[in-house]
């Protein structure tokens, strides 16, 4: 073997006084570490454990409950634009076509839940904006860590609702005055049908929707990638419009959006007809349901038990 060859490919140096049968062998060791095969490591997982997602959700809620006010407030204004912005988008592409509604509801809903809701969503966690749903979860797992107190669940849940409120009917007025979907059928039937539901009915569809919407943002918010977050929420969110379940704040712009074109829908029905159920039922779903049920199974009251 050429030992200037392998001196300038390894970088070794055989020293003066070293026998050609050393030198070998510091050769041949180096040559088989070089060619050694290097095992692949194991691929890192793109969301977190499930004990790990119920800690970030509560750290989550925490840094929310000791936010500023006025923090809470403009991110929770955005965050209702946002979420205005993806429901007109499902006005735009599945409520806009009433014939599609007549023929084929099943796949009408599903245009309607596929692209609007999720399309929100995502803008809403990928920005770190507010929504009064998710934080119904994360300050109630902040709570139960004795991470967040009844005064920071109150801070957070009542500035954000009305931020997301403020955010949503600007939003609702920029669309209106904009003139898009100015003579559709959709965004009127919506308004319609959204107020003309019995109480007990839109208490269980809140329930039922941010059940879903807050396993989204519990989900989403583990995510360790742009994609992860993305499939993470499009899933559930898409789910729960399909299945024609109410969200407080997609609703802050479905109805009043209606309403300023004409819908015929008084604002008080909107306010008492279906806002205050289908919040109270969010407040079930997203607090007493999800956060409390996995504080039960990955909460620290689990594992000091465990211990002892």
């Keep these: 073997m050429n030992l200037g060859f392998v001196q300038s490919t390894f970088g070794l140096r055989v020293r003066s006084g070293r026998t050609s049968s050393e030198a070998g062998r510091r050769v041949r060791f180096v040559t088989r570490a070089v060619a050694a095969p290097v095992a692949p490591s194991a691929p890192a997982s793109t969301i977190a454990p499930a004990p790990e997602l119920y800690e970030i959700a ?28 993806g429901s007109l988008l499902a006005l735009t592409v599945g409520g ?27 803008l809403v966690l990928v920005t770190g904006a507010e929504l009064f749903t998710g934080n119904t979860m994360t300050v109630s797992a902040a709570f139960h860590e004795k991470k967040a107190s009844m005064g920071g ?7 954000s609702f009305v931020g997301n409120l403020v ?59 742009l994609g992860g977050k993305m499939i993470a929420i499009w899933f559930p969110i898409s789910a729960f419009v399909a299945m024609k379940f109410e969200h ?14 004409g819908a015929g829908v008084s604002w008080q029905s909107f306010f008492l007809g279906n806002l205050l159920p289908v919040t109270l039922g969010n407040i079930v779903g997203g607090a007493l349901i999800m956060a409390t049920m996995n504080a039960v199974i990955f909460g620290s009251a689990l594992k000091k038990k465990a211990v002892s």
């Design 96 to 122: 806009a076509c009433p014939g599609l509604l007549a023929t084929n509801p099943g796949l009408q809903q599903m245009i309607f839940g596929a692209f609007g809701l999720p399309f929100g969503l995502m």
């Design 248 to 261: 407080s704040v997609a609703n802050m712009f479905m109805i009043p959006f209606g309403i300023m074109l």
């Design 153 to 159: 669940i109150a801070k957070s849940w009542i500035v």
């Design 58 to 85: 509560s750290d989550l809620g925490e840094k929310n409950s000791k936010k500023p006010i006025w923090k809470i407030f403009i991110s929770s204004i955005l965050g209702g634009a946002y979420i205005g912005y």
């Design 167 to 225: 955010g949503s009917l600007l939003l609702a007025y920029l669309a209106a005055a904009s003139g898009v979907l100015a003579t559709a059928a959709g965004p009127l039937a919506v308004a319609k049908a959204k107020t003309s539901l019995p109480f007990i009915q839109l208490l269980v569809r809140g329930i039922l929707c941010n059940w879903l919407v807050t396993a989204a943002v519990y989900m989403a918010s583990g995510a360790r990638d």
